[in-house]
């Protein structure tokens, strides 16, 4: 397996921008919008997986998820997150504060398909061109947590790991899930199996019937590279990166 060739990046977090259209609907200060997007963001995945020497294989957000969530069930029925105002479209904070204006029918649509069916499509035909060059597909879905659960998580436990691994029954095969879990303990670091947050992402068209397109999500606890109350990367981050990007490499050449 050719580790540049089969491997995609899938940063769905990293990006701080609102566009300014957007901006209006959204009822906070601009020193509190600043706040929940330092709390909501998963500063620097971009650079800490690598996406930027990878970049033909990599697919970014461009946005904030405050825009919108890319990683969200598009039906909110569907979406367990939604029950807090944290669907597809966020209208509340991660403390449960009201963040925008309710969006019309209108408005939502096109939101869903100005950002959500843009990236799902450069997604599913960046795993399309993977899987025609090499037969086989693996994602690596780059996200960051907090290291105090923020209000609206679900797993509200105080003893969080080093490093979440999300997994999926179907695209995540149990080699994959132990050899990321152990490489990362090697190094240093605790692991957790879908523990704060579960899951990985698959493109639809291939969910639950492609084998040969895995996922796994890798999860960084924000605290081992970055100040979470300034938002700066602290003096871990290269060496953190270099881990991830050394532990990517090894799974690519694998297979």
Not at 84 to 112: F, N, W
Not at 140 to 159: K, M, R, T
């Amino acid at each position: 397996m050719n580790s540049i060739a089969s491997v995609i990046i899938h940063i769905p977090h990293a990006s701080r921008m609102i566009p300014s259209d957007i901006r209006t609907s959204i009822i906070l200060s601009d020193s509190d919008l600043e706040n929940e997007l330092t709390k909501m963001t998963d500063a620097f995945t971009d650079e800490l997986f690598n996406a930027d020497i990878m970049v033909n294989h990599s697919v970014i957000f461009p946005v904030s998820r405050l825009v919108l969530d890319p990683e969200r069930f598009l039906n909110d029925a569907q979406e367990i997150m939604a029950t807090c105002g944290m669907g597809v479209i966020y209208t509340r904070t991660s403390d449960g504060q009201k963040l925008r204006h309710t969006p019309t029918q209108e408005e939502h649509a096109a939101l869903i398909e100005r950002y959500y069916h843009t990236h799902h499509h450069n997604l599913e035909s960046r795993v399309s061109d993977c899987l025609n060059a090499c037969g086989h597909c693996l994602i690596i879905d780059g996200h960051s947590f907090p290291s105090v659960a923020l209000p609206y998580e679900l797993d509200q436990s105080v003893d969080r790991p080093d490093i979440c691994i999300g997994t999926d029954e179907f695209h995540t095969p149990a080699w994959l899930r132990d050899m990321v879990c152990e490489e990362f303990e090697k190094i240093g670091y605790s692991t957790a199996v879908n523990k704060p947050f579960a899951g990985t992402i698959v493109p639809i068209i291939y969910y639950q019937k492609q084998p040969s397109v895995m996922s796994i999500m890798v999860e960084v606890n924000r605290r081992l590279y970055m100040d979470e109350s300034t938002g700066l990367k602290n003096h871990e981050f290269y060496s953190i990166k270099q881990h991830i990007y050394s532990i990517i490499n090894k799974i690519g050449s694998l297979g």
